[in-house]
């Protein structure tokens, strides 16, 4: 398997560059960076010689300045001429990577407090990773299950909102195997911050290897035992954002928005509704269904539901059972 070093910057102020998005991004950058250092030293050393030059001397009576209109209109037309450069340098980019390649394949992106999720084409439903084909065009079709989210790769150079009721779009095609990181970019509650994902970019025959194993758990023995599998999803699935680390229902020494899961397992809970033992059928219709019985106490949260296969639901329940 890859090893997945973090891949090393090519530009000296931006992280890597790992998809075809990148690179127009960064030229508008770098141009307009670099247009505003030449500027920026090239006025201020003006200032200072003329600082110095127009000094009041004694004996030196200063005389007022009168029009000049052909430094005017040189001070007024170059800065236009500017503008248009600058706007050009971002709006080509902008455009070039506002178009899908023919035969994109499409992923569906959800955002919900606080995770992501990435349907595949096949239907498999991948929480807090994305896995692509180096070299394969994508196109990424983004929605919201609650509040506004804005789905950001920077290593892509892409940002864009995830909106309620109402899909949006980006795409791209990966340049460069490794892991780059999805962000939240818009306020979203409590867990913002928390509310990441991994992007893992595999050469092609790794990306078959992967491919086959999807939905399923991926790796040795050891790993895909049910409790440690299912702490994996529990992570994945940004259970940790609501009901803490381990499901200890703390976050930073504060209560968590979720309740508290470890020594869950096994209790009787009062619910909106009515006394709930709980065991493997309480807990399955609480990550499918989470508005069904909500512990007392709880009811202005709303968890949203989650789509699992059997397989993964058994391993998080049997996580949640080892949790003490
Ligand atoms: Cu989702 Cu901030």
């Given amino acids: 398997m890859l090893s997945f070093q973090p891949v ?8 890597p560059s790992m998809a075809d998005t990148a690179p127009p991004i960064d030229k508008a950058y770098d141009f307009i960076f670099w247009f505003s250092v030449v500027f920026t030293v090239a006025i201020t050393a003006a200032l200072l010689y003329f600082i110095v030059k127009y000094k009041r001397k004694p004996g030196v009576k200063p005389e007022p300045t009168g029009h000049f209109m052909k430094l005017e209109l040189f001070w007024t037309i170059t800065p236009t001429i500017f503008i248009f450069f600058l706007f050009h340098a971002g709006f080509t980019g902008y455009i070039r990577n506002a178009t899908a390649a023919e035969g994109a394949t499409e992923i569906r992106v959800r955002g919900k407090k606080w995770s992501w999720e990435f349907e595949y084409p096949t239907g498999d439903r991948e929480p807090g990773e994305l896995t692509l084909e180096l070299g394969r065009p994508y196109k990424m079709i983004i929605s919201s299950e609650d509040v506004l989210h804005s789905f950001y790769i920077p290593e892509f150079r892409m940002k864009r909102d995830a909106v309620p009721g109402q899909y949006s779009f980006i795409q791209f095609t990966p340049t460069k195997a490794g892991v780059a990181n999805v962000f939240c970019a818009e306020y979203c ?6 509310m990441l994902a991994t992007v893992k970019i595999l050469p092609p025959a790794e990306y078959k290897e992967w491919e086959k194993k999807l939905g399923d758990c991926q790796g040795g023995a050891e790993e895909c035992e049910p409790a440690k599998w299912g702490e994996r999803l529990f992570v994945k699935n940004g259970c940790t954002t609501c009901h803490g680390a381990g499901g ?9 928005p979720g309740p508290k899961l470890a020594g869950l397992f096994g209790r009787d809970e009062n619910t909106t509704a009515g006394p709930v033992h709980v065991d493997e059928n309480y807990l399955r219709e609480s ?7 909500i512990v007392a106490g709880y009811a202005t949260v709303q968890m949203p539901p989650f ?4 397989k993964q639901l058994d391993a998080v ?3 949640i059972k080892s949790l003490k």
């Fill in 287 to 293: 990550i499918l269904r989470p508005n069904a019985k």
């Fill in 8 to 15: 090393e910057s090519d530009n000296f102020q931006l992280p």
């Fill in 248 to 256: 200890t229902g703390e976050i930073g020494g504060s209560k968590s």
């Fill in 189 to 194: 509650g409590t867990s913002h911050s928390g």
């Fill in 317 to 319: 329940i049997a996580y």
């Fill in 307 to 310: 789509v699992m296969k059997d």
